[in-house]
């Protein structure tokens, strides 16, 4: 059972590409904390670089990080 979960985990980094999304800005966003991704903003534009298996998967973490950060 280990195994198996290490095995998923090691297959999962081994596929693990980065994709630059872009993702709208809400006008009144703040930044709070630290920052997970690398990313330019312009006016309310944003281009995040996001670690994922795939580019629908990297469009949803950088929306979740805009929409976690901002309610």
Same mark, same amino acid.
């Given at each position: 059972?280990?195994?198996?979960?290490?095995?998923?985990?090691?297959?999962?980094?081994?596929?693990?590409?980065?994709? #630059?999304?872009?993702?709208?800005?809400?006008?009144?966003?703040?930044? +709070?904390? %630290?920052?997970? !991704?690398?990313?330019?903003?312009?006016?309310?534009?944003?281009?995040?670089?996001?670690?994922? #298996?795939?580019?629908?998967?990297?469009?949803?973490?950088?929306?979740? +990080?805009? %929409?976690?950060? !901002?309610?």
């Amino acid at each position: 059972m280990v195994q198996d979960e290490f095995n998923a985990i090691m297959n999962r980094i081994k596929h693990l590409t980065e994709y #630059e999304v872009e993702v709208s800005v809400p006008d009144d966003f703040q930044f +709070y904390g %630290e920052v997970p !991704y690398d990313m330019n903003i312009a006016g309310d534009k944003a281009w995040v670089k996001v670690l994922a #298996e795939t580019m629908e998967e990297a469009k949803i973490k950088a929306n979740e +990080y805009f %929409e976690g950060k !901002y309610k």
